[in-house]
């Protein structure tokens, strides 16, 4: 009877439900720079999508970025302090860590948001599964590895030098970044000191299309030196001189590169044993304050998407649950409780 007046009561409610939310929206730059620092790196990256606005905050207020990676627990790494040419900055450094990215394995390719499994390599992997195939043919007495992804033997030593066209490669042996933990052993890794890194261990590991990428780039170079019209595709044009040139910034860079890979190896560490704590916290929340109050068994509420969902994000950013998370998602999780599809 009375539906057109229903109506217009919902939409004064939903209007005043957008006047709130501009509201939000005119909040001055200041107080979102203030929230903004009270942000870990994850969020910043999601506030960087969000508005042209906060992408302007964010470029002219780059210590948010700083703060952001002291928010965590714990505190990440800073960034190597690097010559050569390559995006080292703060923000691409926590897209680097905090953005995700493809799983490495090219049957799969999925987006995965993992921390890299290999910090210097910079490959990421979504599964135990793609892991295995990163890892084929790794041989654990001597830690030697030749796959389509990762080799200990692309770079030459003294034997190498016979053949034809790998003489160059002994340069990358100076720059090209590397990794020699066992890559088959979940939690422990042998990571060696740095100096005795830049000695340089029996087999190092390195990234296959790293080495072609090298490869690729020496070859360039002698074509636009010697003016050879066909050369391979590269991503920036340098001449042979520049490109040695570029070589001894990379050779100076690879000790801060590898040490900086090492701390967040670490910090990977520490961070996955913080999410298990707090993921142990919140569920035995969820077991004693919430499960008696609802009467509802707390494996059961465990299992519903919405906690499985919230769990997660909460352990990423090691927050706790206490009765507002709780309250919060109730409907939702109750909902999904007794309708289980
Ligand atoms: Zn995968």
């Excluded at 107080?31 to 870990?40: A, P, R, Y």
């Excluded at 001894?248 to 900086?260: C, F, Q, T, V």
């Amino acid at each position: 009877m009375n539906g057109g007046q229903d109506e217009r009561k919902l939409s004064i409610k939903l209007f005043n439900v957008n006047l709130s939310c501009t509201n939000a929206a005119n909040l001055p730059d200041a107080v979102w720079l203030e929230i903004i620092l009270k942000s870990n790196p994850l969020e910043l990256l999601t506030f960087q999508k969000l508005s042209k606005r906060f992408r302007i905050i964010l470029r002219d207020n780059p210590h948010c970025w700083v703060t952001a990676r002291h928010n965590m627990h714990p505190p990440v790494p800073p960034p190597p302090q690097v010559n050569a040419a390559g995006v080292w900055t703060e923000a691409a450094y926590a897209q680097f860590i905090f953005g995700g990215g493809e799983c490495a394995a090219k049957s799969c390719k999925r987006w995965t948001q993992r921390f890299p499994r290999s910090f210097a390599l910079r490959i990421r992997v979504c599964s135990t599964k793609c892991e295995a195939i990163i890892h084929r043919h790794y041989d654990k007495s001597d830690r030697k590895i030749n796959n389509s992804y990762l080799t200990s033997c692309a770079i030459p030593g003294k034997r190498g030098l016979r053949q034809m066209g790998q003489t160059q490669r002994l340069h990358f042996r100076n720059w090209l970044v590397y990794d020699e933990r066992d890559m088959t052993s979940k939690h422990t890794y042998i990571l060696l000191s740095v100096s005795s890194l830049i000695g340089g261990s029996e087999y190092p590991m390195y990234r296959v299309c790293a080495v072609s990428t090298a490869d690729q780039e020496w070859f360039s170079a002698r074509a636009i030196t010697e003016n050879r019209k066909a050369r391979p595709p590269v991503a920036v044009i340098r001449t042979v001189p520049q490109l040695q040139n570029q070589y001894k910034l990379r050779a100076e860079a690879l000790p801060h590169i590898m040490e900086n890979a090492k701390a967040l190896q670490q910090w990977a560490a520490d961070h996955e044993e913080a999410r298990t704590a707090m993921t142990l916290t919140n569920v035995a929340f969820m077991k004693e304050v919430v499960s008696p109050r609802e009467q509802i068994p707390y494996r059961k509420l465990l299992k519903t998407p919405i906690v499985i969902k919230t769990l997660e994000s909460f352990g990423r950013t090691l927050s706790k649950f206490d009765i507002r998370t709780w309250c919060a998602m109730r409907a939702t999780a109750i909902r999904e409780y007794r309708d289980p599809r």
